[in-house]
């Protein structure tokens, strides 16, 4: 069916890194572009990440620029986010999501989200 | 980018319409028809409800509509179940081709 799956997520040191991973199954996965979005606990979402459908165009939000790389390998319907420099801020649920097919599109189809803790 | 601004909570009555408020910028809501609105039940992902302001998804219910003016877009509930406590996020993309959320509002039915 069609579907989001994340992983990697975990308890990691400040200052530790993290890769988290997002298989995509039931749709045609190299023609949409990609997202990253996070939700810390008892907060709202907020948009980290989007990565077009080539690869080749990306965004990040302000405050993680320089710590996280967005990837894909559409030959392995995968997505994926390396966290580096983790801060305590950093900790939430981080979910992939399914926008569209050009920029400005909305989020269609979400995984279930990965739970990332940075603590010492 | 800061973050839209919504209310934190808004409740009504079974059967009752209530309006959720997401007021940004010239920068987002008011620069592009690119207006999103999520439902949230209590640990489960987000679910997209509302796209381009106004349209809904295949298998949404017709309860939920959207609209826009200036740098205000809002949501609309008619017909509230049950069903439809949970939280409320809306979404923008941005004239610096990124996107922003809400502060995310909590509907209570009463």
């Known amino acids: 069916q069609v579907q989001l799956v994340e992983s990697g997520g975990g308890l990691v040191k400040p200052g530790g890194s993290l890769r988290l991973s997002c298989a995509a199954s039931?749709?045609?996965?190299?023609?949409?572009?990609m997202s990253w979005i996070r939700q810390a606990p008892g907060q709202g979402l907020e948009w980290i990440s989007y990565i077009s459908s080539s690869g080749t165009t990306i965004y990040y939000e302000d405050s993680v620029t320089g710590r996280i790389t967005i990837s894909r390998d559409n030959a392995k319907n995968s997505l994926y986010l390396q966290m580096n420099s983790l801060r305590a801020e950093d900790t939430a649920v981080y979910y992939c999501?399914?926008?569209?097919?050009?920029?400005?599109?909305?989020?269609?189809?979400w995984g279930q989200g990965t739970m990332v803790t940075v603590s010492s | 980018q800061s973050a839209l601004t919504q209310p934190a909570s808004v409740s009504g009555s079974p059967g009752q319409s209530i309006t959720i408020s997401c007021t940004g910028t010239?920068?987002?809501?008011?620069?592009?028809?690119?207006v999103s609105w999520y439902q949230q039940h209590p640990g489960k992902a987000p679910k997209l409800i509302i796209y381009d302001v106004s349209n809904r998804p295949s298998g949404v219910s017709n309860r939920f509509s959207g609209s826009k003016s200036g740098n205000t877009a809002s949501l609309t509930i008619s017909g509230l179940q049950a069903e439809d406590e949970a939280d409320y996020s809306c979404?923008?993309?941005?004239?610096?081709?990124?996107?922003?959320f809400g502060t995310g509002t909590k509907v209570t039915v009463l």
């Open positions: 979404s923008s993309y941005t004239t610096i081709s990124t996107y922003v």
């Open positions: 010239s920068s987002d809501v008011g620069g592009y028809n690119y």
């Open positions: 039931g749709f045609t996965f190299s023609d949409y572009y």
């Open positions: 999501a399914r926008t569209g097919y050009m920029w400005g599109d909305a989020f269609d189809l």
